[in-house]
């Protein structure tokens, strides 16, 4: 039931994502606002949940999980509501930061995601991980294919609107779903993790048994915030301002790039579920490593191509391979570490993507507004080469089933 119901949740939250991810830079720069200024919004977006992502996962740990999703929701309903209610440019600015609009975060809960992931974790068998991870992953990005095409049909929803006007509809979308979703998330029981009693205190040997696999799993988590941090700077550069420079350097809208986003987020979900089944017979790491390079190649073509056309189908390929290890690299962030401290891992998994993430945006836009359109492309190109040789050099010896009891 839990399980279940996180994954719903993920999937309409996944849906009002997937609808701001196409339009929310149209909408800004229907605003008037420029590359820098919308990049810096983002960029604004991605510190505040890294902010706030460690004090959650810790939290998480202590005093349950589903509290903080409760307030993720809610927040998120009344965030929406009165940026519907008293529109301003401050309260737009607070609301987009904290929520992340338009970074298009798959669905996940913002800097509530670690005690989202932790909390599915839990109640998921170790060896079926990569499978339910990729499964959620599949139908996440299903549910923002369905908010892109929402994206190119519903700003045609009012009757005569203009400009920003038009894009209203995206975010009462948006609040519908994050009611819904506060309904689900209210009504669940959770089962809290048992911390050890007087009598249960471990012996010496124990507790140097312990300090051990501690040691070895911040080890872990070390590294994968290490190869983390250069992969999410290259997506940073491009991923979130990329509706933005179709725009630019093409001058198309929503209604081609809304369909176009909705195509790559079907293709995906379907090729995360794969990913998810073919790490289970070729091994995490390589399920993980090989797409990447083909992202790389085809990250270089995009801004290099001379039509919309061909720069779609390029990214439609792209995004596919790329990521369709969403999943599986989840299900490998948690299994680094053991139950009690999976919302720590999960929290720091997030920071490290979305510090470096965060300063992207803000570069991309300087590089934009300079009339560099290529370089942002080639830059993280470069960076996520470099993740690329970085993951299994580093990590090998961490993926499941090569270590036992916490030892590489």
Excluded: K
């Excluded at 999980?65 to 519907?84: H, N, Q, S």
């Excluded at 998994?349 to 510090?355: D, G, K």
């Amino acid at each position: 039931m839990v399980a279940r119901r996180l994954i719903s949740a993920r999937f309409l939250r996944a849906i009002g994502q997937g609808a701001l991810a196409v339009d929310f830079t149209l909408y800004l720069r229907a605003l008037h606002w420029g590359a820098v200024a919308i990049g810096l919004l983002l960029m604004a977006g991605a510190l505040c949940g890294a902010g706030l992502s460690l004090a959650v996962g810790l939290g998480s740990d202590r005093i349950g999980r589903r509290a903080f999703l409760c307030v993720y929701e809610g927040g998120l309903t009344l965030g929406l509501v009165a940026l519907l209610v008293a529109p301003s440019t401050a309260v737009l600015i607070v609301v987009a930061a904290i929520f992340g609009f338009g970074r298009g975060a798959n669905g996940a809960s913002g800097p509530f995601a670690p005690a989202e992931q932790a909390w599915l974790a839990q109640v998921v068998a170790e060896g079926r991980r990569g499978r339910i991870f990729s499964l959620q992953s599949g139908l996440q990005f299903w549910g923002m294919a369905i908010g892109s095409v929402l994206a190119a049909v519903l700003i045609h929803l009012i009757p005569g609107a203009q400009g920003a006007a038009a894009f209203l509809p995206i975010f009462y979308l948006n609040l519908a779903l994050a009611a819904v979703n506060l309904i689900q998330i209210v009504t669940l029981r959770e089962v809290r993790l048992q911390s050890a009693s007087a009598a249960d205190q471990p012996t010496s040997v124990e507790q140097a048994e312990q300090h051990r696999v501690l040691g070895s799993e911040n080890r872990a988590l070390a590294l994968l915030a290490t190869v983390n941090m250069v992969n999410a700077l290259g997506i940073g550069l491009v991923a979130p301002l990329l509706p933005y420079w179709f725009s630019v350097r093409f001058g198309v809208g929503p209604d081609l790039i809304g369909p176009v986003y909705a195509l790559t987020f079907v293709l995906t979900g379907a090729s995360t579920m794969a990913a998810g089944w073919l790490s289970e017979r070729i091994g995490i790491i390589r399920s993980i490593v090989w797409p990447r390079f083909i992202g790389v190649a085809l990250l270089v073509a995009i801004p290099l191509l001379p039509s919309f056309s061909w720069a779609a189908v390029a990214y439609v390929v792209r995004s596919v391979v790329n990521r369709s290890s969403v999943g599986v690299r989840q299900a490998f962030g948690v299994s680094l570490v053991r139950d009690h401290r999976r919302g720590f891992a999960s929290s720091l998994n997030t920071i490290s993507q979305t510090v470096p993430a965060a300063l992207g945006p803000a570069i991309g836009g300087l590089l934009i507004a300079a009339g560099a359109l290529v370089w942002p492309f080639l830059i993280a190109a470069g960076l996520q080469l470099g993740y690329v040789v970085l993951f299994p050099r580093l990590l090998g010896p961490y993926e499941p089933g090569r270590m036992t009891a916490g030892e590489p």
